[in-house]
């Protein structure tokens, strides 16, 4: 006779989870909602009620003050940042694991190093020598300091990731005569796709949102970053919450889109290797 065994559901657990969406969910819904008010029904209306006269002035307004501009910044500072991160650490990545001598172990221990470095106790040094090569205000000056902050991390994601795959693998290309940048491009890329993934889209959220650089190393409008916009516009909208509201929907969407894209790979490529 067998034995029917039931599990009791965790009711607290259930109860918190639906308050920590609401947590979360609420001050979308109240970003989203506010940017669709006329400026004019602000303080008229229940501010988590949908707008009697939903309104697109805003987003507008916001796209009429030079927002496109900043936006287009952000876009070459991420993707140029992103695209060196990737290509660096891959190769980084793929000498540390194929390569077994004291001195790859040696800069695999100084790339974590890096990792415990904060930026914000090494912004007078990167001030000053991004003065001396002479890019302050350029868009050189965001991405430059940015690829060198993202590299070790991304270079302890993809080593443990690429430690998962068989030596077979790699002795098989050997033997076909194949050479390093073969190897790299025909079997590392492609079986390492969840890691890349990942470390493309964490990089990517954190270039795009990143204040620090864009505030030292940047003055003019010109070399203005979608952080940096949105701050101005709490100055230039000061009355106006819902333009304020409407450029923090604009920022986020690009964002939105890599991780719909590629979040089917981040939890495996966050924890590939960590267990061993």
């Known amino acids: 006779m067998m034995l029917r065994t039931t599990t009791r559901p965790n009711v607290l657990a259930g109860i ?13 819904y109240y970003i989203l909602v506010t940017s669709l008010r006329p400026r004019s029904d602000y303080y008229a209306e229940n501010p988590l009620a949908f707008p009697a006269n939903p ?10 003050n030079d927002f496109l501009r900043y936006f287009g910044n952000s876009v070459v500072v991420t993707l140029t940042s992103v695209a060196a991160i990737l290509a660096v650490s891959l190769m980084a990545a793929f000498v540390v694991v194929r390569s077994n001598t004291a001195r790859t172990r040696g800069i695999f221990q100084a790339f974590l190093l890096g990792i415990a ?21 350029t868009l050189a000056a965001l991405i430059l300091p940015s690829i060198a902050f ?19 693998l790699f002795e098989s290309m050997t033997v076909d005569g194949a050479g390093e940048m073969r190897t790299l491009w ?18 990517a959220l954190q270039v795009w949102n990143g204040f620090l650089f864009p505030l030292v190393l940047t003055q003019s409008a010109e070399t203005r970053v979608i952080p940096l916009s949105l701050w101005s ?29 590629g979040r089917r ?5 966050l924890t590939a290797g960590f267990g061993k």
Request: glycine content about 6%; cysteine-free.
């Open 16 to 28: 918190g989870g639906w308050l920590w969406l609401a947590i979360i969910i609420v001050p979308i």
């Open 55 to 64: 309104t697109l002035d805003a987003y507008r307004e916001v796209l009429e």
């Open 117 to 137: 470095i904060p930026i914000q106790a090494t912004i007078i040094p990167v001030y000053y020598l991004i003065i001396q090569l002479g890019l302050y205000d």
């Open 150 to 168: 993202a590299i070790p991390l991304s270079v302890l994601i993809l080593t443990n990731f690429l430690r998962d795959v068989p030596k077979e």
């Open 186 to 203: 025909n079997l590392v890329l492609p079986l390492s796709k969840p890691a890349v993934v990942t470390v493309g889209v964490y990089n």
């Open 233 to 261: 516009y709490q100055g230039e909208f000061t009355m106006n919450i819902p333009a304020v509201l409407a450029a923090v929907v604009l920022s986020v969407l690009p964002i939105l889109a890599a991780y719909i894209i």
């Open 265 to 269: 790979h981040l939890v495996s490529g």
